[in-house]
């Protein structure tokens, strides 16, 4: 995917470029929406938010999630690839690892910040 805009700027359209454009790096078929285009923008319009929803999640989560679900999936001569809709519908597990991992790495990142403000503090 060529989007040069950052990802906390990211926007459903954005989202849905990525998952096509990955989807068929990774599996070689083209992405094909659950329940369709629209239903998949409002799912992922719920998380981002959009003008009229307020964001509930930022984007770089959002595809963190994408992308394992990307890594874990495994594709059958029944089922060659995977869609937002799937991954939001049955990999809520993912989704609540991939959540507990950032919090983790951001209590880590607030622990670090503080004891350098500490360090400082004893220096002056």
């Given at each position: 995917m060529s989007n040069d805009k950052p990802i906390e700027k990211w926007n459903?359209?954005?989202?849905?470029?990525?998952l096509s454009a990955r989807h068929k790096e990774l599996f070689g078929v083209d992405y094909v929406?659950?329940?369709?285009?629209?239903?998949?923008?409002?799912?992922?319009?719920?998380?981002?938010?959009?003008?009229?929803?307020?964001?509930?999640?930022?984007?770089?989560?959002?595809k963190r999630f994408i992308d394992e679900c990307f890594r874990e999936y495994k594709p059958s001569r029944e089922y060659p690839?995977?869609?937002f809709g799937f991954m939001w519908a049955y990999k809520r597990n993912v989704w609540q690892r991939v959540q507990a991992e950032a919090q983790r790495e951001a209590e880590a990142q607030d622990q670090t910040s503080s004891k350098d403000w500490d360090e400082i503090a004893e220096w002056l």
């Amino acid at each position: 995917m060529s989007n040069d805009k950052p990802i906390e700027k990211w926007n459903t359209t954005d989202f849905h470029a990525y998952l096509s454009a990955r989807h068929k790096e990774l599996f070689g078929v083209d992405y094909v929406p659950f329940r369709g285009w629209q239903a998949e923008k409002g799912m992922l319009g719920n998380l981002i938010g959009t003008r009229k929803k307020p964001r509930k999640h930022e984007p770089a989560l959002v595809k963190r999630f994408i992308d394992e679900c990307f890594r874990e999936y495994k594709p059958s001569r029944e089922y060659p690839g995977i869609s937002f809709g799937f991954m939001w519908a049955y990999k809520r597990n993912v989704w609540q690892r991939v959540q507990a991992e950032a919090q983790r790495e951001a209590e880590a990142q607030d622990q670090t910040s503080s004891k350098d403000w500490d360090e400082i503090a004893e220096w002056l």
